[in-house]
């Protein structure tokens, strides 16, 4: 700077210059200085400071008039944190807090102590709160959090960070809502701090090769700014952590990653500050505090162990969100003085993204910070799940080891705008967990319980087959029981558990088909017809009759039921029992209410499905299709891939039937017949295994990849009665698509549904499904990965309010500026007119909260 300043010629120039150049450097003492900070404590009716350096004010301005219920009170056990925590604001009704904001991205932290406080029990705090228009806590109960949060450093306090970007100078309200008549919301601290404009929002000029990347692809994933973030994990490498005083202005906190290692012996480097840290635009000087970028994460240099390892970090994080990864790289170490010494591979979530991390190669030189940033989509599973980062040294790599700084994880609000996750589990015992120790004694016996409990299992299992193996034979040799014994599980056969698969007599198949009347018939298949039927009286099931020509023999069949009965997943049709007896082979079904996914996609009296439907049943036969291609023992291959043999359950969940089936069908009785018998649906089949006769799980991917257009396009997959170029869908798709109009011949029925990058994308993974070179195909697991993004761009473009793909109007678009109020919590998208001011909490009906709890209405 001050060079370019002193070659500019003469005089006054000169002196203006200099005195610009020389005030911009003396501005630039603080790294950042954020343009509005509020640290208030909320309930304290004096001002105070903190040893890391907040300076707390009174809460009492910031209060929206129109909350007189709420109380002051103070905690009944002192906390032992510095902190607001002496007092709190609480109330049984809502409360507002509101700010007056320039535009930008913002910090909004919120702090809370559980505990007991004066009049108000500690158990009894659950709420929701609301910022704007996002959701940050809904049904939150703080003892609940608090006691499931064993670190013993800061016990009992919880703590929230989120990132919102405002679009106008407005207000914005902070709105705490309890949960129940019976439960209180309250609140210790809120702060609020302005952040700069890109710092974790994606700038919309940046080269798109620097936006955060879709893991797994090489698709850029925007942060916009109309999300919000919520901060899960911001972590330096090593054992140190680094306090909101030492941060560069915007007071955030950075906690150490060790306590988030899976693998042992990694080890940490603090480097000195030798080398000076050159920043660039994209890392200018406010990311991060220097320390960040010197202290590095290692796998240990010379260890060998290294090359079998993957170095492992689990996060805990809510299923059913997409996150967002910053990691922080810089090189200081002397010895590594050009590309090539250290490369390595980074996967998160176990998909691969990228394996050529090279940091003297991004950077050039030492000393240089640099993020790369990553997006994965959790999706929806159990409540808590871990995200995995791993790294591994590429075998080219010179040096046998990986390197990391600091890493960041920031949940996205989803299209509703909510980033409320659920409360965790109350914990089964009151065991109390004081320090390192003892947590590590629970990690030890969490991991060894399921592999015992798998152990028993499995010899049950075991003894269970061999018990019903020689139950069905001496049956064989007895004379067939009375329809009296067979409404209950036969004989001995009713030891069995309820999930494992049930045997059923003839006679119990004979009573629930009506004697497998015609009228009963659901469906005709090529391996016999399949009847609905009801067991147990009144159970309604699908009773899979082979045709009676099979030459199996029992020990075969018994084998294939084993197998096909260990297949337990959501996105399959279940196996409830079988039956082979009088040269009758039958397999029982679970019965799914809804028929079939063709059933509702066309030549149908049913009310077709939407978009968003579709995709999701998609995504769950994709699911059951990689279940069977890699849950089990040995790969399972489908062969019959189509619309109609994925079901639908009554909550439309998709579930695909018909597997297994070509082993123990009466054409294939063994594993050779499989490979050379083409078998399969006209329409669906891949044309690779049609020619070479090689099957491959890849088939399967094909077939699929006929589904997905057959559920674009709403027809089927070969049409004898139009036009030529238009008789094979895949043909006519593909031919469509390249001329880049696959918009022509999407279903009508989906007009205006779909978002236009979504169809883009829904296309691409279809197509990829379709190429010729089966090994070019995706795998199932990708294709799930995919879907599940092009979902996720759907529900995004649709919280636009660009798409209206529900007209009964389960989700309005709205857009961002009409949910900031101007004024108070009337215009903030929530019906709180109901709140008069001098209503007491008591008398707050119940039903003004649920339509609190649920704003879009019902
Ligand atoms: C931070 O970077 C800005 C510009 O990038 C520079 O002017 C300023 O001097 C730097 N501040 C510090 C404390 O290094
Ligand atoms: C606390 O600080 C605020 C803002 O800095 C100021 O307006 C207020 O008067 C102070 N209150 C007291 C009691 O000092
Ligand atoms: C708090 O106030 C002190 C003294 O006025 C000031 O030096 C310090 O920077 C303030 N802290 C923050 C975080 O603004
Ligand atoms: C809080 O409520 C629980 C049960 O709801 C009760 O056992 C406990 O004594 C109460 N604590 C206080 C401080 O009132
Ligand atoms: C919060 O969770 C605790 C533990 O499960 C429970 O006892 C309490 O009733 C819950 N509070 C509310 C208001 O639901
Ligand atoms: C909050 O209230 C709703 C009903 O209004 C209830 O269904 C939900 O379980 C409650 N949440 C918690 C955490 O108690
Ligand atoms: C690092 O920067 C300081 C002041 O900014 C300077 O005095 C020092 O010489 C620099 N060191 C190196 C190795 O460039
Ligand atoms: C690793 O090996 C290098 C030589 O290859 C040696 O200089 C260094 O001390 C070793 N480091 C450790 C931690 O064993
Ligand atoms: C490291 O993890 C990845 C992703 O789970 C896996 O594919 C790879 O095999 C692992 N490498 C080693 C050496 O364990
Ligand atoms: C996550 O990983 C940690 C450490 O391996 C483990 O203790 C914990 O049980 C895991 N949690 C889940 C939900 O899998």
């Given at each position: 700077m001050e060079t370019t300043c002193r070659q500019s010629a003469s005089g006054t120039i000169l002196l203006l210059l200099q005195l610009w150049c020389f005030s911009f450097i003396s501005i630039a003492e603080d790294i950042y200085d954020p343009t509005e900070l509020f640290s208030?404590?909320?309930?304290?009716?004096?001002?105070?400071?903190?040893?890391?350096?907040?300076?707390?004010?009174?809460?009492?301005?910031?209060?929206?008039?129109?909350?007189?219920?709420?109380?002051?009170?103070?905690?009944?056990?002192?906390?032992?944190?510095?902190?607001?925590?002496?007092?709190?604001?609480?109330?049984?009704?809502?409360?507002?807090?509101?700010?007056?904001?320039?535009?930008?991205?913002?910090?909004?932290?919120?702090?809370?102590?559980?505990t007991s406080y004066q009049n108000f029990n500690r158990s009894q705090a659950c709420f929701s709160v609301k910022?704007?228009?996002?959701?940050?806590?809904?049904?939150?109960?703080?003892?609940?959090?608090?006691?499931?949060?064993?670190?013993?450093?800061?016990?009992?306090i919880l703590f929230r960070e989120y990132c919102i970007n405002l679009q106008d100078a407005e207000n914005l309200n902070i709105i705490f809502i309890p949960n129940t008549t019976d439960s209180y919301a309250f609140i210790n601290g809120i702060e609020i701090v302005s952040m700069p404009p890109s710092l974790y929002y994606t700038d919309p000029d940046e080269d798109y090769t620097e936006q955060p990347q879709y893991v797994g692809t090489t698709t850029p994933y925007v942060i916009e700014n109309k999300f919000a973030l919520e901060t899960m994990y911001r972590l330096k490498a090593g054992d140190h952590t680094i306090s909101s005083s030492g941060d560069t202005g915007m007071l955030r906190t950075w906690d150490a990653d060790s306590k988030y290692l899976v693998t042992q012996s990694e080890e940490s480097i603090e480097y000195k500050a030798t080398t000076n840290l050159s920043f660039t635009k994209k890392t200018p000087n406010y990311t991060a505090p220097d320390q960040v970028f010197r202290s590095v994460r290692n796998m240990g240099m010379n260890d060998s162990n290294n090359i079998k390892n993957n170095i492992t970090w689990h996060f805990t994080v809510d299923s059913g969100f997409t996150y967002f990864l910053r990691l922080y790289f810089c090189e200081l170490n002397p010895r590594f003085n050009e590309a090539g010494f250290l490369i390595f591979s980074i996967f998160i979530q176990d998909q691969l993204a990228t394996d050529w991390a090279d940091v003297f190669l991004w950077t050039k030189n030492w000393g240089v910070p640099v993020v790369r940033e990553y997006v994965v989509i959790i999706s929806e599973n159990q409540k808590k799940v871990n995200l995995s980062l791993k790294m591994h040294p590429n075998p080219k790599s010179r040096v046998s080891d990986t390197q990391i700084n600091a890493i960041e994880i920031f949940k996205i609000s989803n299209y509703k705008g909510s980033l409320a996750g659920p409360n965790p589990d109350p914990p089964t015992q009151p065991a109390v967990v004081t320090h390192q120790d003892s947590n590590k004694k629970i990690g030890v016996s969490k991991k060894t319980l399921p592999a015992v409990m798998g152990a028993v299992f499995g010899v049950l299992l075991l003894t269970l087959f061999i018990v019903a193996f020689f139950l069905v034979k001496r049956k064989k040799n007895i004379a067939v029981e009375s329809k009296k014994h067979g409404t209950t599980r036969e004989g001995g056969s009713s030891s069995l558990p309820s999930n494992l698969c049930r045997h059923f007599s003839i006679s119990e198949i004979i009573a629930a088909t009506n004697n497998f009347d015609e009228l009963n018939v659901l469906g005709v298949g090529g391996f016999g017809n399949v009847y609905k039927g009801y067991i147990d009286d009144s159970t309604p099931v699908a009773i899979k009759r082979l045709k009676p020509d099979s030459q199996q023999g029992l020990k075969e069949f018994m084998n294939e039921i084993e197998m096909l009965s260990q297949l337990r997943h959501l996105h399959l049709v279940s196996l409830i029992g079988y039956c082979y007896e009088s040269n009758e082979m039958i397999?029982?079904?679970?019965?799914?209410?809804?028929?079939?996914?063709?059933?509702?996609?066309?030549?149908?009296?049913?009310?077709?499905?939407?978009?968003?439907?579709?995709?999701?049943?998609?995504?769950?036969?994709?699911?059951?299709?990689?279940?069977?291609?890699?849950?089990?023992?040995?790969?399972?291959?489908?062969?019959?891939?189509?619309?109609?043999?994925?079901?639908?359950?009554?909550?439309?969940?998709?579930?695909?039937?018909?597997?297994?089936?070509?082993?123990?069908?009466?054409?294939?009785?063994?594993?050779?017949?499989?490979?050379?018998?083409?078998?399969?649906?006209?329409?669906?089949?891949?044309?690779?295994?049609?020619?070479?006769?090689?099957?491959?799980?890849?088939?399967?991917?094909?077939?699929?990849?006929?589904?997905?257009?057959?559920?674009?396009?709403?027809?089927?997959?070969?049409?004898?009665?139009?036009?030529?170029?238009?008789?094979?869908?895949?043909?006519?798709?593909?031919?469509?698509?390249?001329?880049?109009?696959?918009?022509?011949?999407?279903?009508?029925?989906?007009?205006?549904?779909?978002?236009?990058?979504?169809?883009?994308k829904f296309g691409e993974v279809a197509l990829s499904c379709l190429v010729e070179d089966g090994t070019q195909r995706p795998s199932m697991n990708d294709v799930v990965g995919m879907l599940e993004f092009v979902l996720q761009l759907q529900l995004q473009d649709s919280a636009d309010g660009n798409v209206v793909w529900e007209s009964s109007g389960d989700y309005e678009g709205r857009t961002t500026k009409d949910m900031f109020s101007s004024s108070h919590s009337n215009s903030s998208g929530l019906n709180t007119k109901s709140y008069g001011n001098e209503e007491s909490d008591q008398l707050i009906p119940q039903n003004v909260f649920s339509e609190l709890e649920d704003p879009k209405g019902r």
């Open positions: 208030i404590s909320c309930g304290s009716s004096t001002n105070f400071s903190t040893l890391d350096t907040r300076n707390w004010t009174a809460d009492i301005h910031f209060l929206s008039p129109t909350t007189h219920l709420s109380v002051a009170a103070p905690s009944l056990t002192p906390s032992t944190q510095q902190g607001p925590y002496t007092y709190a604001r609480l109330s049984h009704s809502p409360f507002t807090y509101s700010f007056p904001l320039t535009p930008g991205p913002k910090f909004i932290r919120l702090f809370f102590y559980s910022a704007g228009p996002y959701t940050l806590l809904q049904g939150f109960n703080a003892s609940l959090n608090a006691d499931a949060d064993d670190d013993p450093s800061h016990s009992d397999l029982v079904y679970n019965f799914m209410d809804r028929g079939t996914l063709r059933g509702h996609l066309y030549d149908t009296d049913n009310p077709l499905l939407s978009w968003k439907q579709r995709l999701q049943i998609c995504i769950g036969a994709a699911r059951g299709l990689h279940y069977l291609h890699t849950g089990a023992k040995q790969m399972i291959i489908h062969r019959d891939v189509k619309s109609t043999n994925i079901l639908l359950d009554e909550k439309w969940v998709a579930k695909v039937s018909d597997f297994g089936l070509s082993r123990i069908g009466p054409t294939g009785s063994s594993m050779t017949h499989v490979s050379t018998q083409v078998k399969g649906s006209i329409g669906y089949l891949d044309p690779e295994y049609y020619k070479r006769q090689r099957l491959t799980e890849k088939s399967d991917v094909y077939s699929y990849g006929v589904v997905l257009l057959e559920v674009l396009c709403g027809r089927q997959p070969l049409l004898r009665t139009v036009e030529k170029p238009q008789v094979s869908l895949v043909d006519w798709a593909k031919h469509r698509y390249e001329k880049g109009c696959l918009g022509e011949i999407v279903d009508p029925a989906l007009k205006g549904q779909i978002a236009p990058q979504c169809l883009r």
